[in-house]
């Protein structure tokens, strides 16, 4: 970890597996009431899904962010820790979206990023084709700039920095707390998220990433998973993932630790 800024646990999570999809497919399919965030590609296909904030309603998920096997793993790595943000990130079969490089840290208002780590569970297998996790190693050593960029085109930095900043309104990590924040998200889910039904290109707005050319392609490796490994990774850890092009989901159940807030 200390090398590479990220470590995978093979089946470290194997139990409540069923259950966890379970309860995402009636989240979905909207017969379990709770906000999630589905962007949309061309002729209207869905192809990324978010779910925040399910350690705070539902009994399985809180159990599994603060199973003992992850949180002593965590332990292990940064010391005691705090559940920081929770998200499940959904790819559909055959056209789910691909995530470009970056750094988690980037997003959120901690103090110490190195005291910030994710627990990655993968709900589903999750080999190359469905677009697992990539990452460049030892790239959480040090903070690297990041911009946005709209149909290839790097917004002003003005720009690029007022909307990072908005993105603290919504609750850092997609983690609304107040009515306020709550409000910013809904916002936030209507323009960049329904919108992208009839604009795709929209979506670009949504990411914060890397100018490629200045970290090295010859670092970078592939991460597949199984259903029930956990990559624990450095919240400075370069990351991303390719689109799902395979036959089945891709879900994996992102757990933050911030040892600095315990």
Same mark, same amino acid.
């Given at each position: 970890?200390?090398?590479?800024?990220?470590?995978?646990?093979?089946?470290?999570?194997?139990?409540?597996?069923?259950?966890?999809?379970?309860?995402?497919?009636?989240?979905?399919?909207?017969?379990?009431?709770?906000?999630?965030?589905?962007?949309?590609?061309?002729?209207?296909?869905?192809?990324?899904?978010?779910?925040?904030?399910?350690?705070?309603?539902?009994?399985?998920? =809180? &159990? *599994?962010?603060? /199973?003992?096997?992850?949180?002593?793993?965590? #332990?292990?790595? !940064?010391?005691?820790?705090?559940?920081? +943000?929770?998200?499940?990130?959904?790819?559909?079969?055959?056209?789910?979206?691909?995530?470009?490089?970056?750094?988690?840290?980037?997003?959120?208002?901690?103090?110490?990023?190195?005291?910030?780590?994710?627990?990655?569970?993968?709900?589903?297998?999750?080999?190359?084709?469905?677009?697992?996790?990539?990452?460049?190693?030892?790239?959480? =050593? &040090? *903070?690297?700039? /990041?911009?946005?960029?709209?149909?290839?085109? #790097?917004?002003? !930095?003005?720009?690029?920095?007022?909307? +990072?900043?908005?993105?603290?309104?919504?609750?850092?990590?997609?983690?609304?707390?107040?009515?306020?924040?709550?409000?910013?998200?809904?916002?936030?889910?209507?323009?960049?998220?329904?919108?992208?039904?009839?604009?795709?290109?929209?979506?670009?707005?949504?990411?914060?990433?890397?100018?490629?050319?200045?970290?090295?392609?010859?670092?970078?490796? *592939?991460?597949?998973?199984?259903?029930?490994?956990?990559?624990?990774?450095?919240?400075?850890?370069?990351?991303?993932?390719?689109?799902?092009?395979?036959?089945?989901?891709?879900?994996?159940?992102?757990?933050?630790?911030?040892?600095?807030?315990?």
């Amino acid at each position: 970890f200390e090398k590479n800024g990220y470590v995978l646990v093979p089946q470290l999570l194997t139990e409540k597996l069923d259950i966890c999809r379970g309860r995402i497919e009636e989240i979905l399919a909207g017969e379990r009431k709770h906000h999630h965030f589905v962007r949309f590609g061309e002729g209207g296909k869905p192809v990324f899904y978010r779910i925040p904030q399910l350690a705070d309603r539902d009994e399985i998920f =809180k &159990a *599994v962010a603060g /199973h003992p096997a992850i949180m002593g793993a965590v #332990r292990d790595l !940064v010391g005691t820790a705090q559940v920081f +943000r929770d998200i499940l990130i959904g790819k559909p079969p055959k056209h789910g979206n691909s995530v470009v490089y970056h750094q988690d840290a980037a997003y959120w208002d901690v103090a110490d990023p190195n005291k910030v780590v994710s627990a990655w569970i993968a709900l589903d297998d999750a080999p190359s084709e469905a677009g697992c996790l990539r990452c460049i190693p030892g790239s959480h =050593k &040090a *903070v690297v700039k /990041h911009d946005i960029y709209f149909k290839g085109w #790097r917004l002003p !930095v003005w720009l690029s920095r007022a909307l +990072r900043r908005s993105v603290s309104l919504t609750g850092t990590g997609d983690n609304p707390q107040t009515l306020t924040q709550r409000s910013f998200w809904q916002l936030k889910d209507m323009i960049l998220g329904k919108a992208s039904k009839i604009m795709p290109s929209i979506n670009d707005l949504n990411w914060l990433t890397i100018d490629r050319k200045t970290v090295s392609d010859a670092g970078e490796i *592939v991460v597949p998973a199984r259903a029930g490994d956990v990559i624990i990774f450095h919240s400075l850890l370069l990351h991303a993932s390719g689109p799902n092009t395979s036959l089945n989901s891709r879900r994996a159940y992102i757990v933050t630790y911030n040892a600095d807030a315990s």
